[in-house]
C-alpha cells in the first residue's frame, strides 16, 4: 500500500498569518489532489497536481508537487476564517489504477 | 460542472434493519465511483470500488456480504448496509472518477447513518 503521511495534524492561526500543510510519502504517485472538507459535507476538490515541480496558485493557496511525485504542500497566505476545515490530500495510486491513497488530513482553525 | 449528489444525507435506522444509499453523477458519465467511510475527525478509509455493468471491488477487511453495491448505470450507485448495527453508524461518502479524466474525483455530500 502506497502511504501518504499528512502534517501537521492541527493547526491553529490567527487571521492574516501563514500556514503550509505537508503530504510526503515514500511512493510515486502519478498525481495529487487537495481537498477542503467541512464538518458534515463532502471533501471538495481544491486543485490536481501531476507534473513533478509542478507549481499551482489558486488566489491565496499554493500547491506545489515534489519533482520526485513523492510529495506536495499547500501554502495558505494571510488565512482567512473562511479557511478553517479539514485538508486532506489525496495520491493516485500506480499500484492500484483508479484509486487514491487518502492522507490522515490536517484540521486547520483560523480564529478572527 | 461535475457534480456528484447523495441520497438521503442522514438516515436513522434500528438495528437489523436495512438502508440504501445513492450516488448519483449529475452532469457526467461516472464509469468508476468509489465508497468511502469517514469516522469523527478522521480521514476517508476507501470501502469498495463499483464499476458500471461489473462487480465491486471491496477493500481488505470489508464485508462485501454486509455493504452491498450495485452500479446499474454511468450515472447511479448504490451501497446497502444489510442488517445494520450501532458500530454500522458512520458518514458514508461516494466520489465519482470522470470517464475521460480518471485521475479526477468528485465526491458527493455525504450520508450520515445512525443506527439506534
Known amino acids: 500500500t502506497q502511504l501518504l503521511e499528512q502534517s501537521p495534524q492541527f493547526l491553529s492561526i490567527q487571521e492574516g498569518e501563514n500556514l503550509t500543510v505537508y503530504c510526503n510519502s515514500s511512493s510515486v504517485f502519478s498525481s495529487l489532489q487537495w481537498y477542503r472538507q467541512e464538518p458534515g459535507e463532502g471533501p471538495v476538490l481544491l486543485v490536481t497536481v501531476v507534473t513533478g515541480g509542478e507549481v499551482k496558485k489558486l488566489k491565496r493557496l499554493t500547491f506545489q508537487f515534489g519533482d520526485a511525485r513523492k510529495d506536495s504542500s499547500l501554502h495558505i497566505t494571510a488565512a482567512q476564517p473562511g479557511d478553517t476545515g479539514l485538508y486532506l490530500c489525496a495520491g493516485a495510486r500506480t499500484d492500484s489504477w483508479g484509486k487514491f491513497q487518502f492522507g490522515a488530513g490536517t484540521q486547520v482553525v483560523v480564529t478572527p | 460542472g461535475a457534480v456528484v449528489s447523495q441520497h438521503p444525507s442522514r438516515v436513522i435506522c434500528k438495528s437489523g434493519t436495512s438502508v440504501k444509499i445513492e450516488c448519483r453523477s449529475l452532469?457526467?458519465?461516472?464509469?468508476?465511483m468509489f465508497w468511502y467511510r469517514q469516522f469523527p475527525k478522521k480521514s476517508l478509509m476507501l470501502m469498495a470500488t463499483?464499476?458500471?455493468?461489473?462487480?465491486?471491488?471491496?477493500e481488505q477487511g470489508v464485508e462485501k456480504d454486509k455493504f452491498l453495491i450495485n452500479h446499474a448505470s454511468l450515472t447511479l450507485s448504490t451501497l446497502t448496509v444489510t442488517s445494520a448495527h450501532p458500530e454500522d453508524s458512520s458518514f458514508y461518502i461516494c466520489?465519482?472518477?470522470?470517464?475521460?479524466?480518471?485521475?479526477?474525483?468528485?465526491f458527493g455530500p455525504g450520508t450520515r447513518l445512525l443506527v439506534l
Open positions: 452532469d457526467f458519465q461516472a464509469t468508476t
Open positions: 463499483s464499476n458500471e455493468g461489473s462487480k465491486a471491488t471491496y
Open positions: 466520489s465519482a472518477s470522470l470517464s475521460t479524466i480518471q485521475e479526477t474525483q468528485y
